[in-house]
Every structure is written in structure tokens, then in C-alpha cells.
């Protein structure tokens, strides 16, 4: 079993920036495939990005590219999303999602709330 327990979140007025932690337990790091998610009101839950056991492989979703940077120490345990220029749209909860390549994330974090005022 892993635990994902996020932080970071926030209110943010357009154009500033937060970061997202995400810190995993019960499972050795670099063997999870880790990623980003996330939902607003009344929408689905859709993808951020992602990032390959080692870090060295990412994917965005075309909303966040050149805004948003996913990262992660695997000393610490710790996945991050280095988020800039944020927009009213990118206001959502954020969940953070463990898994193994080509089989899908399935262990979530709580998700933790990004607002990003006018």
C-alpha cells in the first residue's frame, strides 16, 4: 500500500505561482511511476503531467505546458509541481497519483485546493 499526502495548495491571484509536494510512504519511491491530476467544480478529473520512476521522462497536458514543472527527489520521497502564471482555469483540487507505467496510476493522494482569483 502507498500513502500520497499533498501540500502546497492555496489562494493565488492570476499570474502568480504555487508549488505542490506530494510525499509518498509505504513503498520504495523509485519504483513508482508518479503524476499529477486534477478536478474543478462540476468537471472531471483530468491529467497534469507525469514523471518516469528516474525523472528523467515527463509529459504535460497542453493546458500547463511552459507553465508547470513536475519534479522529484527520490532521497526525499517527494514528488513536486512547480506551477507559474497560473490562470483562474487552473483552479482545481490537485491530486497527487502513484502507479507503474502502462498499468496506470492507482493509489491517490487527498487532493489539496488551488484558487486563483481575478
Known amino acids: 500500500q502507498v500513502r500520497l499526502v499533498e501540500s502546497g495548495g492555496g489562494l493565488v491571484q492570476t499570474g502568480g505561482s504555487l508549488r505542490l509536494s506530494c510525499a509518498a510512504s509505504?513503498?520504495?519511491?523509485?519504483?513508482?511511476?508518479m503524476g499529477w491530476f486534477r478536478q474543478a467544480p462540476g468537471k472531471e478529473r483530468e491529467f497534469v503531467s507525469s514523471?518516469?520512476?528516474?525523472?528523467?521522462?515527463?509529459d504535460y497536458a497542453d493546458s500547463v505546458k511552459g507553465r508547470f514543472t513536475i519534479s522529484r527527489d527520490n532521497a526525499k520521497s517527494t514528488m513536486y509541481l512547480q506551477m507559474n502564471s497560473l490562470k483562474p482555469e487552473d483552479t482545481a483540487v490537485y491530486y497527487c497519483?502513484?502507479?507503474?507505467?502502462?498499468?496506470?496510476?492507482?493509489?491517490w493522494g487527498q487532493g489539496t485546493q488551488v484558487t486563483v482569483s481575478t
Open positions: 497519483a502513484a502507479g507503474q507505467p502502462s498499468h496506470g496510476f492507482f493509489y
Open positions: 514523471i518516469s520512476c528516474s525523472g528523467i521522462s515527463t
Open positions: 509505504g513503498r520504495t519511491f523509485n519504483t513508482l511511476h
